[in-house]
């Protein structure tokens, strides 16, 4: 399957056509391996996918960003280094779930604020400590069972 860049919005275009040079000077090598699809093409994605012909995720038709011209599927030595490079451009990263799929917010798609930037890959949120856990924590260089910090959990538990 070629690549096809033909329908892909203008952004891809120029992130496409400058990636290969941008990488290269940072010792990176990448191969865009996806731009734009037909309905047909994402069909066919899609059933490899879900039949195990394909390691790479693939939407059901009609759920892709690829069929609206708004994604990439780039291939990469150094998966970090290039969500750091498209990140800086506005490019979302779809996670370690589907490690080559790049695309445009639908805001910034539809005229909303190119220049903002966007996070790549939130850090899951960290479980609030309770209390008892704070103190543990806190005390956990008296040693052994005796001590304040016996005597502060005795007392919360």
Do not use: C
């Amino acid at each position: 399957m070629a690549l096809n860049l033909t329908r892909v919005h203008p952004k891809l275009k120029t992130i496409a056509r400058n990636l290969p040079k941008v990488a290269a000077s940072q010792g990176l090598e990448v191969r865009i391996t996806s731009g734009f699809r037909t309905r047909a093409v994402q069909a066919k994605l899609y059933r490899d996918y879900i039949t195990g012909v394909s390691a790479y995720p693939a939407n059901p038709p009609g759920q892709s960003a690829h069929e609206k011209g708004l994604a990439l599927d780039i291939l990469t030595t150094d998966v970090n280094k290039l969500v750091s490079i498209l990140s800086s451009v506005g490019l979302v990263w779809a996670g370690m779930g589907d490690p080559i799929h790049f695309e445009i917010p639908s805001k910034t798609a539809l005229g909303g604020s190119v220049g903002q930037k966007v996070p790549v890959a939130k850090a899951p949120a960290k479980a609030k400590k309770s209390v008892a856990a704070k103190v543990i924590s806190a005390a956990s260089w008296v040693p052994g069972p005796v001590g304040w910090a016996a005597t502060v959990l005795d007392f919360l538990l």
